[in-house]
């Protein structure tokens, strides 16, 4: 596996496996990597012979009083890791060499990033595509992997890569949660013990809206309340940031649940802002 | 030369130029080709093996009221002279091919958008930037070639072809005017013979800015008001649409002229809004 941390130095080792006939895969990752970052990367080696991790904490796609300083940061374990895993090469960038050219342009959608996660963090979305659109354009890979954990992060970048015509597919791999349902996040570090347990909330809260819907299709106002005093109950040192039901194809808020939806949930802890995510269709009930 | 009308049969024309060791060349239009098209198709040819050109009048530059509907159109012409010319491949896609999808992704660039055409195009030059973004990731050329007639629309594509890290060289060709100093440029079909007339006195007024700095370096206000007294008497039916004497480098205005500046306007006539510029260096003097 190499290591590199210039433009020239990845497109070098990129036009190298493409000389040599092989399908090139980007996992683009802000490091500190988990379980879920494993499976993007199995995924990903399935699918491509030549994998490259990146492994850059964007500041553009955090505002103010957010935890950029906060992030995790874990170089050698994640090298390791993907050592270990069969990566090919990992891209390791400072902040100079990714916007020490100026950066005056941004790349965003409009709507998709406008709810949930995009209301909460203005200016997020945008940070996240124009950092991506860089990432497609140095490593210029044939198809590239994101986690469903960030759902709506998945759907934008799919539109971003759709409207704009990259030459790359985008996948898109199962949410990988602890064995009491936490999904997998980096920022599961930032949280208290205390703060863990009562994480599995987030989860649980999204069972029990699947659960609705499955047994009765109540009103989308109906689960978000009785999601609500779950998690009060559940996780009382936890801040509901975002509760909502709305359709996957355009992330717009819907009043039923009697088509597929996607209940989506940000809860804030004292140095860790969880979220979480189910496509629940009640039309597809399998119980 | 071939003629494509799709995506597909764009990238299936230069993956064959490019397993044929070719280097790729983009000449972006929007047709009513002329002198200054057929300049940047010569250095293009020049500089690669393989030359794509394409014409699209792209909507989504073009702001409530400017000249969508009255931009010439010559498909037939366009497509004869870019054959006589040795072009490789003509792209002529319909709004639906380019804009289907969904076209909810912009890509703009702060700050050297926001002045000269941008101030008076609102929306303008994110239109440009985010077609051209579309084009480069269809045709994914070696290099692409733009006109010096538009000055700041080859900035901005710079400024954004570095910040996003496209694989892409620009190359600035010079400005290709008529005999009389006139600025090639399809809009000039929609003069009327005595706007032709008159409008050589854009070039003039900038031949006159250049003579008052290489004169004596005179502040950049005096140098503005000398030019709209010569505008006002020598094409009176042309309306002012900016007059400004900026850095080359950001597109700030400057007060002074002791050091390189681009002096650049627009002016409107009845059906045409013409535009010029003029890169001028004191210290460059050559008489």
Known sequence: MNLARTIEEVRQEVREARQAGKCVALVPTMGALHAGHMSLIDTAKGACDFVAVSIFVNPTQFGPGEDLDAYPRTPEEDFAACEERG??????????????????????VARLGETLCGRA?????????????????????????????????????????????????????????????????????????????QAVALSQSLQLARQLIEESRPPAAEIIQAMKEYLAETAPDGEVDYLQIVDPRDLSDVAATDKPVLVALAVKFSRARLIDNMLVDSQARTS
């Open 121 to 197: 963090r203005p200016g997020h979305f945008a940070g996240v595509c124009t950092v991506v659109a860089k990432l497609f354009h140095i490593v210029q890979p044939d198809r590239a992997f994101f986690g469903a954990k960030d759902y709506q992060q998945a759907a934008i970048i799919r539109r971003m890569t759709a409207d704009l015509n990259f030459p790359i597919e985008i996948v898109v791999c199962p949410t990988v949660r602890e064995s009491d349902g936490l999904a997998m996040s980096s920022r599961n570090r930032n949280l208290s013990p205390e703060e863990r347990r």
């Open 87 to 108: 990566v090919d090469l990992v891209f390791l960038p400072d902040v100079k060499t990714m916007y020490g050219g100026g950066g005056l342009t941004t790349v965003s």
